[in-house]
């Protein structure tokens, strides 16, 4: 397996950053281009199995066809106290976070 | 419109399903209903950790249901996917929706506009949760957004269309019909001032020649936000309008996603600037994906009701109508059953009972059937008894009923007819049932 192939440019980090939703600063910028890479690389190991004969998949349980009724199931269901407990800020039984920017 | 450029036209259309519960979890789907913010959540749909999602069986049959009501192919192999973004009304940072492999695809309706016949590509149906509902408000100075989650998990249907549209009316017909399908099959109000059927046409403007050639263009405008099929309207063709004025200056309009504003009648830039969304969609590992056999397919074919465009063409042929008659009678499915249980007994013509009812001659929400055809028929036979008899029977009636006459003046309209249709009776029909109406309200006021 090649290393340089999987090097990621600090550019690349930036924009999983973003992605990320995650602030980084220019020295955690180039720390995780080194181990993201190296991530990259260990799992990359996994190309040179032979896989011509095995089938593409995106899960690995088996299963299929996993479903429920429709019915409504109160007894999960939280009160409103219970599911704003853990909020950083609610107001008048809402969650509140800063306003998102909208040019309405 | 200039007659060298013409409109091009796609829709993506998100309905909301009436299932009882939520897409993913067991809480209670009914946000436009609940008295208080954030009652109905629970830790998969607030998006908490090692919460896991499973499917409602009845929000994925109607998915598949809609598809086949659009003549869709229904793959036999489907998943869900995740779509990755951020915002503050999803609560897990990403959308449990389908990508590559939707439960519906390559379907079509078909449209007449004006004389024209005309066939829109369906490219696409599949099934994802809504989101919460974002409010925009000013607490202790600060510009905040507060956020209800009765919303978030609800089960959407997302319907894509091709680009096969050519006209802002096109368009607002398109959507008409396919509300009228989606009401068909009784699986969403599709109410847009609720915001449970929502609009978005993606519009460019082409050269007639190019697009002839079968040349898209290299761009296209999104617009959100829009609830009502005149607004639709009313956006496109300002879109276009616009979209013109810029080509003719030799330049090409911006891709990007824009807002509607109904007072001023404009559309607004919402994120022009913004960089291409990368939503990095990858399998919902999470749900098992959906493996279907050809036979359920089947099943779920044969619970389609018949769809307007079949019992138009089938009342126009059994009950003799005009087609203007029976556009209005099978515009919604429980005025055109209405229609069928009281054009059934066969006692009064067809014809008739549509005249009573497009011409609004009696209130079909308090009568039934069975009593607009009583009522039909008592008007139609002509009066010809003396006044003095009839109010004299009339009298005889109404102090032998005192039940009813309670009910009536309790409110209670179906106590009038109760009444009417004992002096009819009485009268064995010779009275006109108008007449007795007027005699019957004024002795109970």
């Excluded at chain 2, 229904?74 to 990403?94: E, H």
């Excluded at chain 2, 959308?95 to 078909?110: E, H, K, M, R, T």
Aim: aromatic share 8%; net charge positive; glycine share 4%.
């Amino acid at each position: 397996m090649d290393k340089a192939s999987t090097k990621l440019t600090t550019d690349e980090i930036k924009k999983l950053a973003k992605l990320a939703n995650l602030k980084l600063t220019e020295a955690q910028i180039k720390k995780m281009a080194e181990s993201v890479s190296s991530v990259l690389s260990y799992v990359s190991q996994l190309k040179s199995l032979n896989t011509t004969d095995t089938e593409e998949t995106s899960q690995v349980t088996g299963q299929e066809n996993v479903f429920r009724d429709d019915v409504v199931d109160a007894e999960r269901m939280l009160s409103q106290a219970e599911a704003l407990s853990n909020s950083k800020n609610n107001h008048n039984g809402y969650f509140m976070v800063k306003a998102i920017f909208e040019e309405v | 419109m200039n007659k060298n450029y013409h409109p091009i036209i796609g829709m993506e259309i998100h309905v909301e399903l009436k299932t009882a519960s939520k897409m993913f979890c067991g809480c209670k789907n009914d946000p436009f209903g609940a008295p208080k913010p954030n009652i109905y959540t629970c830790p998969v749909c607030l998006g908490l950790p090692g919460a896991l999602p499973v499917p409602n069986r009845k929000a994925v049959e109607w998915c598949i249901i809609l598809g086949l009501a659009l003549n869709c192919d229904i793959p036999l192999f489907s998943k869900f996917d995740r779509k990755n973004y951020f915002y503050p009304d999803l609560p897990k940072g990403y959308q449990i929706s389908q990508y590559d492999q939707p439960f519906a695809v390559g379907g079509y309706l078909n449209i007449t506009s004006g004389k024209e016949k005309k066939r829109i590509g369906i490219t696409r149906v599949h099934l994802e949760e809504d989101t919460g509902k974002l409010m925009h408000a000013t607490v202790d100075g600060k510009k905040v957004s507060l956020i209800d989650f009765n919303r978030s998990g609800v089960p959407l249907v997302e319907i894509v269309t091709e680009p096969d549209l050519r006209s802002s009316e096109e368009a607002r017909i398109f959507l008409k019909k396919l509300h009228q399908i989606i009401r068909y099959l009784e699986i969403s109000d599709a109410d847009m001032e609720k915001g449970t059927m929502r609009l978005e046409p993606n519009i460019s403007v082409s050269e007639v020649s190019k697009s002839r050639a079968g040349e898209l263009p290299p761009y296209k405008v999104e617009v959100k936000n829009i609830n009502s099929f005149s607004f639709a309207k009313k956006a496109i063709d300002y879109e276009v309008n616009r979209h013109i004025a810029i080509l003719e200056t030799g330049s090409l309009p911006e891709q990007e996603t824009r807002g509607w504003d109904e007072k001023k009648g404009i559309t607004f830039s919402q994120r022009s600037k913004e960089e291409a969304q990368d939503y990095r969609y990858f399998p919902e590992p999470d749900i098992p994906p959906i493996r279907w056999q050809k036979s359920q397919i089947n099943s779920f074919k044969s619970q389609i009701p018949e769809l307007p465009d079949r019992k138009l063409t089938r009342f126009i042929k059994e009950y003799v109508l005009s087609e203007y008659d029976a556009v209005i009678l099978t515009d919604e499915k429980a005025v055109a059953a209405y229609f069928e249980k009281a054009a059934i007994s066969k006692t009064v013509p067809a014809k008739t009972i549509t005249n009573w009812i497009i011409n609004k001659k009696a209130d079909i929400k308090k009568l039934s059937p069975e009593e607009l055809v009583k009522l039909i028929q008592s008007k139609s036979q002509v009066s010809s008894m003396p006044d003095k008899e009839l109010e004299e029977i009339i009298s005889k009636i109404i102090s032998s009923n005192p039940k009813a006459v309670a009910d009536y003046r309790a409110g209670k309209e179906t106590a009038m007819m109760f009444l009417l249709g004992q002096v009819m009776r009485e009268t064995r029909g010779r009275a006109d049932a108008n007449t007795t109406r007027k005699i019957l309200e004024t002795k109970l006021k």
